[in-house]
């Protein structure tokens, strides 16, 4: 059985989903009763109820397990704190295989998530557990935070430069290659950066969201200030608040890009496009319609 933290966000479901294809038996590790419901009406796993930074958790969950499939909660203070623990449980439980989600170029600084991560990775080189590390890019499925406007409105607005590079990639190319490294043996060891196809500015992605929604579709830079208010308007943690401003200002400089092959090659076909991500998500937005 292959134990997903975080199961029930944004990427845990895609992993599992995708380790479900593969008839793989699957143990969710969920926050609370609510996600628990909720998940048992949408897959057929095993699920946990337990709060990642308590140990008696960490300590219980990995029974019957052989792999896990660690993805620290977004933005989260204690990211290194809750990797080293479960890196922790993993070993004491004698797991084969500990797949950890991390993120493309965590040697970042700049960015306390990436450097979070990173000292998770450090970690596991020293653990003695068989290791494989996951860095992906930034998620095609980010803008979908921005749908509404973008449908409705026709803008697009990001709190960097319209300029700045990225190498979107789609989470379900993501999540096949988690369950692929889970799957095959020959992945020990490994550490794959999982960059979209395409590397293309806000500006062209812009472009192609408009060609494939048939509406014009326009980038507009807010001010930092200005995403600030939005931000706390949703509630969202000092840290969390502090580390996406750092994480803006970065891409504002320097974009966050990098290559496809890594990609490619893991899943023997084409890396989703951009374009294909914008045209399906256009049509299952009309779906939802009907
Ligand atoms: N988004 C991207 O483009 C991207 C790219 C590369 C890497 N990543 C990394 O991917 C990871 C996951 O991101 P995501 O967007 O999938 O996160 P997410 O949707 O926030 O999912 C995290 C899940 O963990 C749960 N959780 C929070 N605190 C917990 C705790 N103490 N114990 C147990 N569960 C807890 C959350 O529950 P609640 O909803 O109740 O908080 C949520 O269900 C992050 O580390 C991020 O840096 C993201």
């Given at each position: 059985m292959i134990l997903v933290t975080g199961a029930a966000g944004k990427t845990g479901q895609a992993v599992v989903r995708a380790l479900l294809a593969n008839g793989q038996t699957v143990r969710m590790l969920v926050r609370n009763e609510?996600?628990?419901?909720?998940?048992?009406?949408?897959?057929?796993?095993?699920?946990?109820?337990?709060?990642?930074?308590?140990?008696?958790?960490?300590?219980?969950?990995?029974d019957g397990i052989r792999g896990v499939y660690h993805i620290c909660p977004n933005m989260h203070p204690d990211e290194l704190s809750i990797g080293l623990a479960m890196i922790s449980a993993a070993k004491n439980s004698g797991l084969n295989q500990f797949v950890f989600h991390s993120v493309l170029h965590p040697q970042v600084q700049a960015m306390p998530h990436h450097w979070q991560k990173m000292r998770v990775e450090e970690a596991l080189f020293t653990s003695g557990i068989p290791y494989t590390i996951l860095q992906p890019a930034a998620y095609m499925q980010n803008i979908l935070v921005e749908?509404?406007?973008?449908?409705?409105?026709g803008i697009?607005?990001?709190?960097?430069?319209?300029e700045s590079m990225g190498s979107p990639v789609d989470l379900k190319d993501v999540a096949d290659v988690a369950a692929l490294v889970l799957c095959e043996r020959d992945h020990i060891g490994a550490i794959y950066e999982l960059c979209g196809p395409d590397v293309l500015s806000y500006q062209e992605q812009a472009t192609i969201l408009s060609e494939a929604i048939g509406r014009s579709i326009y980038?507009?830079?807010?001010?930092?200030d200005e995403w600030k208010v939005q931000a706390n308007d949703v509630g969202l943690s000092t840290y969390s608040l502090e580390s996406l401003l750092k994480m803006f200002s970065y891409y504002d400089l320097y974009g966050f890009w990098g290559g496809s092959h890594v990609l490619r090659n893991l899943l023997q076909?084409?890396?989703?496009?951009?374009?294909?991500?914008?045209?399906?998500?256009?049509?299952k937005n009309q779906q939802d319609l009907l």
């Open positions: 609510t996600q628990l419901e909720l998940m048992s009406s949408l897959y057929d796993t095993d699920i946990v109820v337990g709060d990642m930074t308590v140990e008696s958790v960490l300590s219980n969950v990995f749908w509404q406007n973008i449908m409705q409105l697009i607005r990001v709190p960097y430069s319209p980038v507009e830079q807010i001010s930092l076909r084409p890396p989703t496009s951009f374009m294909e991500f914008a045209i399906n998500q256009n049509k």
